[in-house]
């Protein structure tokens, strides 16, 4: 078994990991369903993102305190005598320990939100948790109180690389400190790293600390690092400001560090299938982020691929670095036809993928005709196929043999007119379609396309315009060094991206 271990940093990379292991679970109960029916699924698949004893996601995950709500105190609970031992050890005085009952599961309303039984809507990540359990030792509390800041909190990149850097220096190895030490060794042969970290604030730099030291203890595991912000435009974030610094110190450092970054940004421009009402949530928002993440990790489930091959496949043998994500829920069939001459061909695929694709940036449109490195996964179409045949190699496409994406009960009502059979019913939606007009669907068909490709230069060159504003206030954290040393980094990759034909 070639194992997968997790890593989630912060708010919105957490609600992403959840609606992500959430589908991760009903996949897997799909395929435990199928094994015993004997209808051809392969049980044993799971155990490359879950434990193999307890079915348990292989996942750290960081977040503040508060964050974890009852989620936290069932963890602390299962913990018995070890949690009420290091209670002690901080305080030396008696102590009155109290348990509070973790709360049934949530379920969703009529309008798609999901509630818990007593009413309330969603306020934090584990709120929408249906049947995943996490480890002991998942659950990582993370804050900046006895580095300085009085709140806990961390605001910028600087801040949360410094929290890791004081924690590791008075813990030791803090990858010994935990879970992870725990999850590697219990691993038959990892396979690599997937990281969803939060693209701005004190969660990104302690993930991007946390990766650079997953990269020293295993230099030859592929790293792939998801930059996650489920309430802005990536162009957005990147116009200015400490945001605008936060993203382009942290893709600077994800250059050097991880084997393959890709951006997970609010669409800019929302395809077929999905309601752009139904993004207005973090709640919404992160639920079609999370198809992305679970779109490129099922075929290496069903293992029809290894990460090594997809990261190779993007990034052109670790030429190109930074990806764009992009899937259509509910595409239909499409066949190109064989008639048509190469160029009416090429305007086909491309508006395929310009009208009935939400990219998770801004680089969507026409990014066929600068594709650098491209994985292709089908979940139910023939896009890869038949429609991509011809731009890409057999290698670089996937048809996942479990087809539909099985969605969970618990899921954001972000998908616009899917009919029972997984495919968008109305194509394109009418100007008399309404939000209103939706379906609630069990399955949906997914077509997906994860590349790199030239347009994302101009997302490189903000980047580093950004880190070419002397005197400027956001970067007074940083030395000039560093920053001098961050601006050679995005050079180099805009001088790629820009080469690509």
């Known amino acids: 078994m070639r194992e997968i271990i997790t890593l989630q940093f912060g708010e919105h990379a957490n609600y992403v990991g959840m609606h992500f292991w959430n589908m991760a679970q009903r996949q897997a109960e799909k395929a435990r369903e199928t094994s015993t029916s004997g209808s051809g699924g392969d049980a044993g698949s799971e155990h490359v993102l879950f434990s193999e004893r307890r079915r348990q996601p292989r996942a750290l995950v960081f977040d503040r305190a508060s964050a974890f709500g009852s989620l936290g105190r069932a963890d602390m609970q299962s913990t018995g005598d070890n949690a009420r031992d290091q209670e002690q050890a901080l305080w030396g005085g008696a102590s009155e320990v109290y348990r509070q009952q973790q709360p049934p599961a949530p379920h969703s309303n009529s309008n798609g939100n999901t509630v818990d039984q007593s009413g309330g809507e969603v306020q934090a990540w584990p709120d929408f948790r249906q049947s995943v359990e996490f480890g002991n030792r998942s659950l990582e509390v993370v804050s900046g109180v006895e580095f300085g800041n009085s709140l806990g909190e961390m605001m910028t990149f600087n801040e949360g690389w410094q929290v890791f850097s004081g924690t590791d220096a008075r813990r030791g190895d803090v990858l010994d400190d935990g879970g992870f030490r725990i999850y590697a060794e219990e691993c038959d042969r990892v396979q690599g790293f997937q990281t969803l970290a939060d693209a701005t604030g004190g969660f990104a730099g302690y993930a991007a600390a946390f990766v650079e030291r997953v990269r020293d203890e295993f230099p030859k595991s592929p790293v792939v690092v998801y930059s996650v912000d489920?309430?802005?435009?990536?162009?957005?974030?990147?116009?200015?400001?400490?945001?605008?610094?936060?993203?382009?110190?942290?893709?600077?450092?994800?250059?050097?560090?991880?084997?393959?970054?890709?951006?997970?940004?609010?669409?800019?421009?929302?395809?077929?299938?999905?309601?752009?009402?139904?993004?207005?949530?973090?709640?919404?928002?992160?639920?079609?982020?999370?198809?992305?993440?679970?779109?490129?990790?099922?075929?290496?489930?069903?293992?029809?691929?290894?990460?090594?091959?997809?990261?190779?496949?993007?990034?052109?043998?670790?030429?190109?670095?930074?990806?764009?994500?992009?899937?259509?829920?509910?595409?239909?069939?499409?066949?190109?036809?064989?008639?048509?001459?190469?160029?009416?061909?090429?305007?086909?695929?491309?508006?395929?993928?310009?009208?009935?694709?939400?990219?998770?940036?801004?680089?969507?449109?026409?990014?066929?005709?600068?594709?650098?490195?491209?994985?292709?996964?089908?979940?139910?179409?023939?896009?890869?196929?038949?429609?991509?045949?011809?731009?890409?190699?057999?290698?670089?496409?996937?048809?996942?043999?479990?087809?539909?994406?099985?969605?969970?009960?618990?899921?954001?009502?972000?998908?616009?007119?899917?009919?029972?059979?997984?495919?968008?019913?109305?194509?394109?939606?009418?100007?008399?379609?309404?939000?209103?007009?939706?379906?609630?669907?069990?399955?949906?068909?997914?077509?997906?396309?994860?590349?790199?490709?030239?347009?994302?230069?101009?997302?490189?060159?903000?980047?580093?315009?950004?880190?070419?504003?002397?005197?400027?206030?956001?970067?007074?954290?940083?030395?000039?060094?560093?920053?001098?040393?961050?601006?050679?980094?995005?050079?180099?990759?805009?001088?790629?991206?820009?080469?690509?034909?």
């Open 230 to 501: 489920a309430a802005a435009t990536r162009d957005s974030v990147a116009g200015a400001g400490p945001r605008a610094v936060d993203v382009a110190v942290a893709t600077a450092t994800a250059l050097e560090s991880a084997s393959l970054g890709v951006s997970l940004y609010l669409p800019s421009r929302i395809g077929d299938g999905v309601r752009r009402a139904g993004l207005d949530s973090l709640f919404g928002a992160s639920g079609l982020l999370a198809m992305n993440v679970a779109q490129w990790t099922q075929p290496l489930v069903e293992g029809s691929r290894v990460l090594d091959d997809v990261v190779a496949l993007v990034t052109q043998q670790s030429h190109l670095r930074l990806a764009e994500s992009m899937v259509s829920p509910g595409l239909r069939d499409i066949a190109s036809n064989s008639n048509n001459n190469n160029n009416n061909n090429d305007k086909n695929v491309a508006d395929i993928v310009s009208r009935r694709f939400t990219a998770c940036s801004d680089v969507a449109d026409d990014c066929l005709r600068s594709l650098g490195g491209a994985f292709s996964v089908d979940r139910g179409t023939s896009f890869g196929g038949d429609v991509l045949a011809r731009y890409l190699p057999s290698p670089a496409r996937v048809r996942c043999a479990d087809g539909a994406v099985v969605l969970p009960t618990v899921f954001p009502n972000i998908l616009r007119s899917i009919g029972r059979d997984g495919f968008i019913a109305q194509h394109p939606p009418s100007s008399a379609t309404t939000d209103a007009d939706t379906t609630t669907v069990g399955e949906v068909r997914v077509a997906g396309l994860l590349c790199t490709t030239r347009a994302t230069a101009v997302h490189l060159q903000q980047l580093r315009s950004v880190l070419s504003v002397e005197g400027s206030r956001y970067l007074k954290d940083y030395e000039r060094d560093t920053i001098r040393e961050l601006r050679y980094a995005l050079d180099g990759e805009i001088d790629k991206y820009m080469a690509i034909g």
